[in-house]
């Protein structure tokens, strides 16, 4: 399985993020003919190599154009502009998460409601390109999760339209609660609120390298200038290990709760949110509990990391009064996202090998949906024409 690793040494942020995924070897045309899905206009992006402090590393720039609107938006605007987008429904979901936490950190910080929170710079155009750039960069990097180092905020004060604040700055602050952080003496703001929502969102896990074989590594820039140390964030991919022949293999926490009065709206709405904080599978199962009422087993499959997450949300979202948990050991099929080239449109297809060998090949489903609706063609259509591509390409 790819992975990704952010090795935030100093600190985060939007623009460094995207840099470092070009310095890893996403093309800076692609990431524009990604970027154009959006929709949005009144922008250039540029990338150019730099040196920081001894470090050859890729800065990242948007650049908006004078005659450019300003609106300040809301997050409505924003979930509205990411609907509208033909974004791949991956990066989509990733994006629309990123936003909500933004938009729920800033509420929290001014005491106010998620729909009353007034993006600033958060609802600029950069910023948009910023967080949405990142999640269509990982993925055309093939990143299936993401971890991260601990971060450091650096120290002392930055400024804001609020006035004065001290670092973290404060809706940073709040999206960092529940992560690790790094001791660091640098002065300035080292990590931005953009760069913690995208990776505190993406992140499956936090700490030091994760076992893996490095394949892409990439240093990406800020705009500041360190007194201590270089204002990089270095990204590393690779595939994690695994058995010679045998696909991958990882630990999974297995998570159960019993739900005995809970409606099928609130079952669903908790799946979601389980899905949306990083579980790899969510499921339910019909049962019968005590004095023979029906209910329902809720069984979350995660990272190990994620464990006060998930628990988190089944206590406060759902009725139970108990979460079993239990570490199981995983085998998978070695998996790939390639995309091909349909009648119809593009479509992702992921691709399961076994010790090199292919024994699956399945068009993503949210992909053949949408494009079957722009093209107004039964959505089997274009799974089988997607499936017939892949098979072509890979006979050649």
Same mark, same amino acid.
């Given at each position: 399985?790819?992975?990704?690793?952010?090795?935030?040494?100093?600190?985060?942020?939007?623009?460094?993020?995207?840099?470092?995924?070009?310095?890893? =070897?996403?093309?800076?045309?692609?990431?524009?003919?990604?970027?154009?899905?959006?929709?949005?206009?009144?922008?250039?992006? +540029?990338?150019?190599?730099?040196?920081?402090?001894?470090?050859?590393?890729?800065?990242?720039?948007?650049?908006? +154009?004078?005659?450019?609107?300003?609106?300040?938006?809301?997050?409505?605007?924003?979930? $509205?502009?990411?609907?509208?987008?033909?974004?791949?429904?991956? &990066?989509?979901?990733?994006?629309?998460?990123?936003?909500?936490?933004?938009? +729920?950190?800033?509420?929290?910080? #001014?005491?106010?409601?998620?729909? /009353?929170? #007034?993006?600033?710079?958060?609802?600029?155009?950069?910023?948009?390109?910023?967080?949405?750039?990142?999640?269509?960069?990982?993925?055309?990097?093939?990143?299936?999760? &993401?971890?991260?180092?601990?971060?450091?905020?650096?120290?002392?004060?930055?400024?804001?339209? #609020?006035?004065?604040?001290?670092?973290?700055?404060?809706?940073?602050?709040?999206?960092?609660?529940?992560?690790?952080?790094?001791?660091?003496?640098?002065?300035?703001?080292?990590?931005?609120?953009?760069?913690?929502?995208?990776?505190?969102?993406?992140?499956? =896990?936090?700490?030091?390298?994760?076992?893996?074989?490095?394949?892409?590594?990439?240093?990406?820039?800020?705009?500041?200038?360190?007194?201590? !140390?270089?204002?990089?964030?270095?990204?590393?991919?690779?595939?994690?290990?695994?058995?010679?022949?045998?696909?991958?293999?990882? $630990?999974?926490?297995?998570? $159960?709760?019993?739900?005995?009065?809970?409606?099928?709206?609130?079952?669903?709405?908790?799946?979601?949110?389980?899905?949306?904080?990083?579980?790899?599978?969510?499921?339910?199962?019909?049962?019968?509990?005590?004095?023979?009422?029906?209910?329902?087993?809720?069984?979350?499959?995660?990272?190990?990391?994620?464990?006060?997450?998930?628990?988190?949300?089944?206590?406060?979202?759902?009725?139970?009064?108990?979460?079993?948990?239990?570490?199981?050991?995983?085998?998978?099929?070695?998996?790939?996202?390639?995309?091909?080239?349909?009648?119809?449109?593009?479509?992702?297809? /992921?691709?399961?090998? !076994?010790?090199?060998? &292919?024994?699956?090949?399945?068009?993503?489903? +949210?992909?053949?949906?949408? &494009?079957?609706?722009?093209?107004? !063609?039964?959505?089997?259509?274009?799974?089988?024409?997607?499936?017939?591509?892949?098979?072509?390409?890979?006979?050649?």
């Amino acid at each position: 399985m790819r992975i990704a690793y952010f090795d935030c040494f100093s600190g985060a942020s939007g623009d460094m993020i995207l840099a470092a995924c070009l310095d890893a =070897g996403l093309e800076i045309d692609r990431l524009r003919e990604d970027l154009a899905l959006l929709g949005v206009e009144g922008y250039q992006v +540029e990338a150019q190599a730099v040196r920081k402090q001894g470090f050859a590393a890729t800065q990242f720039e948007v650049r908006v +154009e004078p005659d450019a609107p300003r609106p300040h938006r809301h997050l409505r605007h924003i979930l $509205e502009i990411l609907s509208a987008a033909r974004l791949p429904e991956g &990066v989509r979901h990733q994006a629309t998460a990123i936003f909500t936490r933004l938009a +729920e950190a800033e509420a929290r910080v #001014h005491g106010t409601t998620v729909e /009353k929170v #007034h993006f600033h710079e958060v609802g600029a155009i950069d910023a948009i390109v910023d967080i949405v750039g990142a999640c269509l960069a990982l993925e055309r990097l093939g990143v299936r999760e &993401v971890y991260v180092s601990p971060i450091p905020t650096g120290s002392g004060t930055v400024k804001c339209e #609020h006035g004065l604040m001290p670092v973290p700055a404060p809706a940073t602050a709040e999206l960092l609660k529940g992560v690790p952080l790094a001791t660091c003496d640098e002065v300035g703001e080292l990590t931005t609120p953009t760069g913690a929502a995208i990776l505190t969102t993406l992140a499956t =896990g936090y700490g030091g390298l994760p076992a893996m074989t490095v394949r892409q590594i990439g240093i990406g820039a800020g705009r500041r200038d360190g007194a201590n !140390r270089p204002n990089v964030l270095r990204l590393l991919i690779g595939e994690t290990a695994s058995a010679p022949g045998e696909g991958e293999c990882d $630990e999974v926490l297995v998570m $159960e709760a019993n739900l005995d009065d809970a409606t099928g709206q609130i079952v669903a709405e908790v799946c979601q949110l389980l899905l949306d904080t990083g579980a790899r599978d969510v499921f339910t199962t019909p049962i019968y509990m005590k004095k023979g009422r029906p209910g329902t087993l809720i069984t979350v499959l995660a990272p190990p990391a994620l464990r006060g997450a998930v628990e988190e949300i089944l206590f406060a979202q759902t009725t139970t009064f108990g979460v079993r948990s239990h570490l199981a050991g995983r085998r998978t099929l070695s998996r790939t996202l390639e995309r091909v080239s349909t009648p119809f449109g593009e479509v992702r297809v /992921k691709v399961g090998r !076994r010790g090199g060998q &292919v024994m699956r090949v399945t068009p993503e489903f +949210e992909d053949c949906r949408a &494009v079957a609706r722009l093209a107004d !063609r039964p959505v089997i259509d274009v799974i089988d024409a997607a499936r017939q591509a892949w098979l072509r390409l890979s006979e050649k």
